[in-house]
């Protein structure tokens, strides 16, 4: 059974830097993508970030330029480094993974994964 383990999420003053962690455990996927969404409360879900086997990466509009996906050696955590953040990206943040080779613009939608974690809540204060 594969598991997605967020942390890191918390309390952030406006204009200051956050990092999320995803670990996963339970399977071994040689060809994946691995994806950071969020939430606000009253929102639908917004795509954030997308990381690929192959190094591949993904950005949504609002994370270009501030946000970097990144993972580990052993590719098995993924990382979310957020900077200057914004009140309104307050949002319970979620990881998501995907076993496939392929690769799009297509991997922005949240119904395209398989597994999810449980998410973290980070709040942006103004």
């Known amino acids: 059974q594969v598991q997605l383990v967020e942390s890191g999420g918390g309390l952030v003053q406006a204009g200051g830097s956050v990092s999320l962690s995803c670990a996963a455990s339970?399977?071994?996927?040689?060809?994946?993508?691995m994806a950071w969404f969020r939430q606000a409360p009253g929102k639908e879900r917004e795509f954030v970030a997308a990381?690929?086997?192959?190094?591949?990466?993904l950005y949504g509009d609002s994370a270009k330029g501030r946000f970097t996906i990144s993972t580990d050696n052993a590719k098995t955590t993924v990382y979310l480094q957020m900077n200057s953040l914004k009140p309104e990206e307050t949002a319970v943040y979620y990881c998501?993974?995907?076993?496939?080779?392929?690769?799009?613009?297509?991997?922005?939608?949240?119904?395209?994964?398989?597994?999810w974690g449980q998410g973290t809540q980070v709040t942006v204060s103004s």
């Open positions: 998501a993974l995907v076993a496939t080779s392929a690769w799009g613009n297509y991997l922005m939608e949240g119904s395209r994964y398989d597994y």
């Open positions: 339970g399977g071994t996927f040689s060809r994946y993508v």
């Open positions: 990381l690929g086997h192959t190094g591949n990466k």
